[in-house]
């Protein structure tokens, strides 16, 4: 059975004027990753409130279309439920921030569940440490940084552990090194736990290192999703709004031109031996 | 024209946020501020506009010392585009929200009118122009703070994170009116961790860590310095990893895509005979 199982969505907010998802279907099998891009406005986070639940139980609008994760269909299972299963980290990370300690903030959808208190504590630690915050543990969420509160608020996702993790923009607000090393936690995740994420960026030279899939997405539509190197190598899709890292650009540029070159991402230490310059 | 001296800050929590810092912006200059998670970026703007006072040291803005002058008044000259656009946000239209800068600053109806339109315009909001701006999608609400400021035309335009949320076209539309508004003698601050965006512009590049600045000269020189980025947790421009792994680097590095296939096909050319 597949993890998610999007069928012909459509949804329009109440008052939106035309529908924000248009006939959207997808698929995905349980270890897959997933990277969404397209257009700021053409409906990712849309689609992501409607994996996870807040579409329809939040928000108001009109539905059509099935959306089905590991068997439990979203519209009729309650929100609880579907958060055993869905991790979210949302766009703005004070969103989810409200506890007056980053560990206890970490600990209380743990705690919601329940979950032994040596355990929570081993989840809140490693999750801390994977994201570099073990510093500022026992600091107040709302006194951080913009880019402290991210990794916070994604810490505590991660350490809920569970099958599918979404994180819309996640690296949106991190330092360049933090970003490289997120991506790099996605990806040991990804292969220790076999847990499936659906990341929605616009960065995409870091991301694409650790996605099986890219989609690309426009007006409420799909219109690529394929591996990432055929999606940036093959297809056009900077009319699309989606930023071709330089140095793939440039190797698709110089394949274009006839000059041989592996049809995998080149990070931009590779080319020039590929090239041989 | 900005001026730090010896400028420190201690939040009320007790963190050093800002450690003798010394700065100086002149008028018509271009510059970004780049570092660490924490590093004291936003703090450091704060100061600009008065929303923060130094613990010790002075600000000066317009030769005025931010502890005289209210934070209103400072706004008159520096318009800053904050990290979190919901804290920024708070009209019940896209279009007042717009308007309401421009009211405030006594601009006249027809005026108003005419810079509203330009603005929804420019950062493609045309369509929202009676919607609640909480209904927005993230990007669009940050092109809407952005529209706000660029709207009343100040001397100093201080932008924090301003391609969050932004696509491909929308980063280059900005690009370009940042490049203009500088041509035409203002002044531009933008603090932000998207290198790429940053280095195409050629600011003068100021690094900050853990309170510091620990460098600031022009992006050729500092982008170059992969130490020295990484200590403050930045990472180098694709095309400069690129232009440093050359076997024969040409005698310039490159400045975009175009010139970076300009020297390969020649140093192919030079190889194959
Ligand atoms: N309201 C506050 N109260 C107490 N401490 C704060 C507050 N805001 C920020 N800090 C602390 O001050 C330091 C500098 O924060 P600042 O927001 O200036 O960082 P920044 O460089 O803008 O980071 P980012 O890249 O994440 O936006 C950090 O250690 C942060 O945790
Ligand atoms: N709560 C809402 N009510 C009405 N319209 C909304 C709401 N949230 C988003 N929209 C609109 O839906 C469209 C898609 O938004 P969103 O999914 O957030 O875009 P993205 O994440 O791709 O930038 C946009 O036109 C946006 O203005
Ligand atoms: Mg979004
Ligand atoms: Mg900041």
Redesign the pocket.
């Known amino acids: 059975m597949a993890l998610l199982e999007i069928e012909n969505l459509n949804f329009r907010y109440l008052d939106s004027e035309r529908e924000v998802i248009q006939d959207f279907s997808l698929s995905m099998e349980h270890g897959e990753v997933l990277v969404l891009a397209g257009p700021s406005g053409c409906g990712k986070s849309t689609l992501l409130r409607a994996i996870n639940g807040l579409i329809p139980h939040m928000y108001q609008g009109e539905y059509k279309g099935r959306v089905v994760v590991d068997g439990m269909e979203v519209a009729k299972s309650e929100m609880r439920a579907l958060a055993q299963k869905v991790g979210f980290l949302f766009q703005n990370p004070e969103n989810q921030i409200f506890m007056f300690s980053v560990e206890r903030d970490i600990a209380f959808g743990l705690e919601n569940l329940g979950i032994p208190r040596q355990e929570i504590r081993e989840r809140v630690d490693n999750a801390m440490r994977l994201l570099g915050i073990t510093n500022?543990a026992k600091?107040?969420p709302?006194?951080?940084?913009?880019?402290?509160k991210q990794r916070v608020a994604l810490a505590g996702v991660l350490a809920m552990d569970p099958k599918l993790v979404i994180l819309d923009e996640p690296t949106s607000?991190l330092?360049p090194l933090t970003a490289r090393e997120l991506v790099y936690a996605i990806g040991k995740i990804n292969k220790e736990k076999g847990t499936s994420f659906i990341i929605v960026e616009h960065r995409l030279d870091l991301v694409v290192t650790v996605a099986d899939r890219l989609a690309v997405m426009y007006e409420g539509k799909k219109i690529f999703d394929d591996r990432p190197e055929k999606v940036l190598l093959e297809c056009d899709v900077e009319p699309y709004g989606v930023l071709v890292p330089a140095v793939t650009k440039l190797q698709r540029q110089l394949s274009r031109q006839g000059i041989p070159l592996p049809r995998r991402l080149l990070a931009p230490e590779e080319l020039p031996v590929e090239l041989g310059v | 024209m900005i001026e730090f001296e010896k400028v420190t800050f201690v939040?009320?929590?007790g963190?050093k946020?800002l450690q003798d810092v010394n700065l100086r912006i002149r008028k018509g200059e271009m510059v970004s501020i780049v570092?660490?998670?924490?590093?004291?970026?936003?703090?450091?703007v704060k100061h600009i506009i008065g929303l923060l006072k130094p613990t010790e040291g002075r600000v000066n803005v317009f030769g005025k010392d931010t502890r005289d002058a209210s934070t209103a008044q400072l706004s008159r000259m520096v318009g800053v585009a904050f990290?979190n656009p919901d804290h920024q946000l708070f009209c019940e239209t896209v279009e007042e929200e717009i308007a309401f800068g421009l009211k405030n600053f006594g601009f006249s109806p027809d005026v108003i009118e005419k810079r509203i339109n330009w603005a929804l315009g420019f950062f493609g909001l045309e369509k929202y122009r009676k919607n609640p701006p909480i209904t927005l999608s993230g990007g669009e609400k940050k092109r809407l703070t952005l529209a706000c400021i660029l709207a009343w035309d100040p001397e100093v335009i201080i932008l924090?994170?301003p391609t969050v949320g932004q696509d491909a076209i929308q980063k280059e539309k900005l690009s370009e009116i940042v490049r203009m508004l500088n041509s035409m003698g203002k002044t531009v601050v933008i603090?932000s961790?998207d290198i790429e965006f940053l280095w195409p512009m050629q600011p003068r590049v100021v690094v900050?860590s853990s309170?510091k600045i620990v460098a600031d000269g022009e992006a050729s020189s500092v982008m170059n310095d992969s130490y020295l980025l990484e200590k403050a947790r930045v990472t180098q421009p694709q095309l400069i990893r690129l232009y440093n792994s050359m076997k024969r680097k040409p005698q310039r590095p490159f400045r975009d895509v175009f010139d970076a296939e300009r020297h390969i096909m020649e140093a192919l050319s030079v190889r194959t005979g």
């Open positions: 500022l600091r107040a709302h006194e951080l940084s913009d880019g402290q607000l330092d | 939040h009320q929590s963190v946020a570092g660490e998670n924490g590093a004291g970026k936003t703090t450091l990290q924090d994170e603090v961790h900050m309170g």
